[in-house]
């Protein structure tokens, strides 16, 4: 049950307090943390500029979220089925995890009996670029940013001034101190497509002797959209690919980091893998952006304020504190592989997040009894899953 002072705690953490603000925002960027920040500015009443560039492709792995992102989008009148129809996107009730602690299998289901999706990246932003363009005060601009400069009085890109500017650009930005994640886990990964699928509704998470393996389910198509994950210090990369050839659709590597601060200067601030990428573990990095949009937005009445520049910038911190905490607390009991990468991180993860950590801000109760006891052997009930 959550007690009284939890409650507040989570109160604070995700109740919205956008504030209103009907001065001008630009975006850089139109990837998945660019589309998926716009509706927390559309609630706030901002003018959105979007500018980005076309000879710098988005990421576009295929992704998966969790219920904050849903709940994002249905404030700006899209529905899941709207993009289920388009064959855009497939239903995602949880997470069903193979080989994870002591348990051959075990599912995480979303506790609020709410509803999630997986999405084709490339196609899904195409089509919010599509209904933001039409139906809100949103312009999208394909035009590089190479400087932006920033004065007492407003922000500028491109010859336009802006109130304020949030970096939406990818990997690429180095625009602010990154920290190097305390608890690295996987750090690269092959995407390949399986056929047919495993699960109808959930994403797999499947270890593997080198980390693990996500598969997004699109019955549909009877396909799975995949990604073989691992760490190059343990793992050799030339043997990965080896394993792949022929089926490699795109080999991403990438360093485990964190910006220090959300809001980085009076008028800027960042989003997406600008701002914090570690792996794809349980779909957390576009809940994030969800949260850290609305705290953007948040910042936006009150621009110059440093109180609210330093109390919102404690609050990323302890978010993503508590986000590696929860992390680390799926590889407490390691894997059935007890290969060097899952010995080492198993350690790491009893030192990182220790047993007498009970609870976190991110997860409910629900969610931390069913990795608990799923990694146990056990189900939410406390039966044995091995039978
Ligand atoms: C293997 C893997 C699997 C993942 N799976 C998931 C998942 O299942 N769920 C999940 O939540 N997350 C997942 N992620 C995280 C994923 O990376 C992000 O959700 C997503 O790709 C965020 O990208 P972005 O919008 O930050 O940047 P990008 O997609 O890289 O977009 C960058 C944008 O900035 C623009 N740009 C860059 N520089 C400039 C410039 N100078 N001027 C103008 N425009 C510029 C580009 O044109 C582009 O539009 C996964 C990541 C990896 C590596």
Same mark, same amino acid.
């Given at each position: 049950?959550?007690?009284?002072?939890?409650?507040?705690?989570?109160?604070?953490?995700?109740?919205?307090?956008? $504030?209103?603000?009907?001065?001008?925002?630009?975006?850089?960027?139109?990837?998945?943390?660019?589309?998926?920040?716009?509706?927390?500015?559309?609630?706030?009443?901002?003018?959105?500029?979007?500018?980005?560039?076309?000879?710098?492709?988005?990421?576009?792995?295929?992704?998966?979220?969790?219920?904050?992102?849903?709940?994002?989008? $249905?404030?700006? =009148?899209?529905?899941?089925?709207?993009?289920?129809? @388009?064959?855009?996107?497939?239903?995602?009730?949880?997470?069903? &995890?193979?080989?994870?602690?002591?348990?051959?299998?075990?599912?995480?289901? &979303?506790?609020? =009996?709410?509803?999630?999706?997986?999405?084709?990246?490339?196609?899904?932003?195409?089509?919010?670029?599509?209904?933001?363009?039409?139906?809100?005060?949103?312009?999208?601009?394909?035009?590089?940013?190479?400087?932006?400069?920033?004065?007492?009085?407003?922000?500028?890109? =491109?010859?336009?001034?802006?109130?304020?500017?949030?970096?939406?650009?990818?990997?690429?930005?180095?625009?602010?101190?990154?920290?190097?994640?305390?608890? !690295?886990?996987?750090?690269?990964?092959?995407?390949? $497509?399986?056929?047919?699928?495993?699960?109808?509704?959930?994403?797999?998470?499947?270890?593997?002797?080198?980390?693990?393996?996500? !598969?997004?389910?699109?019955?549909?198509?009877?396909?799975?959209?995949?990604?073989?994950?691992?760490?190059?210090?343990?793992?050799?990369?030339?043997?990965?690919?080896?394993?792949?050839?022929?089926?490699?659709?795109?080999?991403?590597?990438?360093?485990?980091?964190?910006?220090?601060?959300?809001?980085?200067?009076?008028?800027?601030?960042?989003?997406?893998?600008?701002?914090?990428?570690?792996?794809?573990?349980?779909?957390?990095?576009?809940?994030?952006?969800?949260?850290?949009?609305?705290?953007?937005?948040?910042?936006?009445?009150?621009?110059?304020?440093?109180?609210?520049?330093?109390?919102?910038?404690?609050?990323?911190?302890?978010?993503?504190?508590?986000?590696?905490?929860?992390?680390?607390?799926?590889?407490? @009991?390691?894997?059935?592989? @007890?290969?060097?990468?899952?010995?080492?991180?198993?350690?790491?993860?009893?030192?990182?997040?220790?047993?007498?950590?009970?609870?976190?801000?991110?997860?409910?109760?629900?969610?931390?009894?069913?990795?608990? *006891?799923?990694?146990?052997?056990?189900?939410?009930?406390?039966?044995?899953? *091995?039978?």
């Amino acid at each position: 049950m959550l007690n009284e002072e939890k409650t507040r705690e989570l109160f604070e953490q995700f109740t919205t307090k956008i $504030t209103y603000f009907t001065g001008d925002v630009a975006i850089i960027g139109k990837g998945t943390a660019s589309l998926l920040m716009i509706p927390s500015l559309i609630r706030s009443g901002a003018n959105i500029t979007i500018f980005h560039d076309s000879e710098t492709k988005e990421l576009g792995v295929g992704e998966s979220t969790v219920p904050t992102v849903q709940k994002q989008l $249905t404030s700006v =009148n899209l529905f899941i089925y709207q993009l289920i129809k @388009k064959n855009i996107a497939s239903y995602k009730t949880g997470v069903r &995890f193979f080989g994870w602690g002591d348990s051959e299998k075990f599912d995480h289901p &979303f506790g609020s =009996n709410d509803l999630a999706f997986h999405f084709y990246t490339r196609d899904f932003n195409k089509f919010l670029v599509e209904h933001y363009s039409k139906n809100f005060n949103c312009k999208f601009i394909d035009q590089k940013v190479d400087k932006v400069f920033e004065d007492d009085g407003g922000v500028y890109i =491109n010859g336009s001034k802006f109130d304020a500017v949030v970096h939406a650009s990818g990997w690429s930005e180095n625009l602010t101190t990154y920290i190097s994640s305390p608890f !690295e886990t996987v750090n690269s990964g092959v995407t390949f $497509t399986e056929y047919p699928h495993t699960a109808y509704t959930s994403t797999v998470h499947r270890a593997t002797e080198d980390g693990w393996q996500f !598969e997004l389910p699109y019955p549909e198509s009877n396909k799975s959209r995949c990604g073989y994950l691992f760490n190059r210090k343990f793992s050799n990369e030339e043997s990965i690919l080896k394993k792949f050839e022929g089926r490699v659709e795109s080999y991403l590597k990438w360093n485990p980091r964190y910006s220090e601060k959300l809001i980085v200067s009076k008028r800027q601030a960042l989003i997406g893998n600008a701002l914090f990428f570690f792996e794809p573990l349980q779909a957390f990095s576009t809940h994030y952006y969800c949260v850290f949009s609305d705290m953007i937005a948040e910042y936006l009445g009150n621009i110059g304020d440093q109180k609210k520049i330093d109390s919102l910038n404690t609050r990323y911190t302890n978010l993503i504190l508590d986000y590696l905490r929860v992390i680390a607390f799926h590889y407490k @009991k390691g894997s059935k592989y @007890k290969t060097p990468y899952w010995i080492d991180i198993q350690k790491r993860a009893n030192q990182f997040c220790p047993d007498d950590i009970t609870s976190f801000r991110f997860f409910t109760d629900f969610d931390y009894n069913i990795i608990k *006891n799923g990694i146990n052997g056990e189900n939410f009930i406390g039966e044995t899953l *091995n039978e």
